[in-house]
């Protein structure tokens, strides 16, 4: 077995930058342990010193872990809560972790290039964040190296308060005012927001985004308001912008874009409208736009009628002045219409597109303004309607695909998604990822036939027949990876235990018949409703795990499967000992999990 040591330094180094940043894309909130993972990894040798040491020096974090009890709105009037339980009791500790003090005593200001303040569970206001860096003397150190500052903000536990207890915008400018004098350098900012009662519209981090927007080259929020910039047009040295937004009211309003200098750009909820009109170059009157450098493009839009749906349904109410403005935008051209064509915009390095909510029927004339043949990376999320009329086959460069769709339950849709399919599986042999999900229970027919040839990782989330397994994995021999979510077993399987288990031995006793899928080494199976069929599920399972001698791990997710997948294996090794069931012998069950 090769050991870091065995490893050159430039893999190890390679290994330690992917954890760093794989932790930084999903913002684990457990920032101290993370901070000392790494210097648990520069003891493991010297390599891995040398490699982790850096990551271990260059973050100071502050972090929040003050939880408040939930309160029960249900619970009787004046019949008191049961005591907490020993372990939830308040504790005494101080409510901030951070590791500001080692630093000063190790003299390693100068190291630290990023700061994180993150709460684990409550809200952070922002005077008790001043409060908390001006108690650990955070303000009497010079931070000039600084260039990164990551703020991780808690959720509120309740869905209204007192006028009292909101978030102030006097209290917002004062910690973006700190910040600013004590943070010089920052360039980038990453900002996950709560969506509570307390901040109304406001925005935790727009005091001090207003007072560094001309220094900064990369904006990162998450789940918040809408940010407030304070300029007209975004300065040309942002690189990086990136504003998600999984539940709001508000559509997303923003200052125009510098277009020849942006990277990376990911945008939700914009309004439905010509949206170039939201970009800028030097040359004020061109009507060409050219996003010269920009690589990744997301982008989803907004729908009045469907905020107030989900807003709703998530527990919410609208006041009646929120609710008369969605209906107004409902029949405003900004949101319901796509604006004729007038800056055409082009992308000459543009690798990654995602098109997200979107249902318009114009669609096929917004994905034209793309260049199909040089994008790797496609992800599409909306209504059947956005497909039918999609030219998959130009997009010859394609690596990677997603497509979430809802086809509804209309008989007269199912033509369309066997069409759909068929396109799917003829793009090529390029793609070597294929993600599928499809919002509704019709069952799908695989085409039968497959150009996708080198495809590794295949992911469906759609109703499928078991029986169709085995052709689909004839048609992939390069597959390494299937995630099957709602497979579907035949009436033909349903008899008793002993004519299950009889069944099973006589295909055991056949002469080994392989599949094509010679490098498949794992499965992940969740049937569309295992519960009446288990023992059937388990056997279906056994008679395709006999066919792919390369299989390694099989991962059912629910935990009763695994037991009937055990019990049938033991069964089927004691009567029918074969060769090419030694496959079946040394599988590996993954540990299930919960449906």
Known sequence: MTTFQQLPARVVDLIIRFHYEYENTKRNRKVVERVDDFGRLASVCKSMRKAALPYYH?????????????????????????????????STEPPW??????????????AITELIIV??????????????????????????????????????MQEEYEPSEWVTEDSLSKLGEYLATNLPAVKVLDSIDTQGGRLDLLHTMSAFLKLTINQLTRFRTCNGNNPVFGVRDLPPQITHLDITRRFTVEALMLPRMFAPSLKVLHLQMLPLTYIWDHFYTNDRNSQELEFTSLESFVVSFYRPREAIIETEEMG????????????????????????????????????RLWVLVYTDHKVGEFLDDFPSAQIQDLRLNGSLNTFKSLNLHRYTSLQRLEMIYDAGDRLREFPHV?????????????????KLYQMSAKVVAFPGTSTCTGLRKLQIGSAMNISVTQSLLNCLPRLEFLDLHSLIIDDDWKMTEKELLMRAVEVAKQPASRLGCTSLLRISIQFQDCRPMLYESALAITLLVLKIS???VLDP??????????????????????????????????????V
């Open 557 to 594: 997710k629910v935990f009763s499967l695994v037991e009937y997948l055990e019990n049938i294996r033991k069964k089927v090794m004691m009567l029918a000992i074969h060769d090419h069931l030694d496959t079946y012998r040394h599988l590996v069950f993954y540990h299930p999990r919960t």
């Open 418 to 434: 066997k069409r759909l399919w068929s396109r799917v599986f003829s793009i090529g042999p390029q793609l070597q990822y294929l």
């Open 58 to 90: 260059r973050t100071l974090v502050f972090q929040y872990t003050r939880e408040t009890p939930y309160k029960d709105e249900e619970a009787e009037e004046g019949v008191p809560p049961p005591p907490p339980p020993e372990d939830e009791r308040e």
């Open 550 to 552: 390369s299989l390694e």
């Open 97 to 110: 972790k951070t590791n500001i003090k080692q630093i000063a005593v190790e003299c390693r200001m100068d």
């Open 316 to 351: 919410f109410e609208l006041d009646a002045a929120r609710r008369n403005r969605q209906r107004a935008m409902e029949v405003d051209p900004a949101y319901t219409e796509l604006k004729p064509s007038r800056k055409r915009p082009t992308f000459p390095v543009l690798r």
């Open 119 to 156: 709460s684990h569970y409550d809200y952070m206001m922002p005077l008790e964040i001043i409060d908390a860096l001006k108690q650990m003397n955070f303000h009497m150190f010079k931070w000039n190296n600084i260039d990164t500052l990551r703020v991780y903000q808690g959720q509120d």
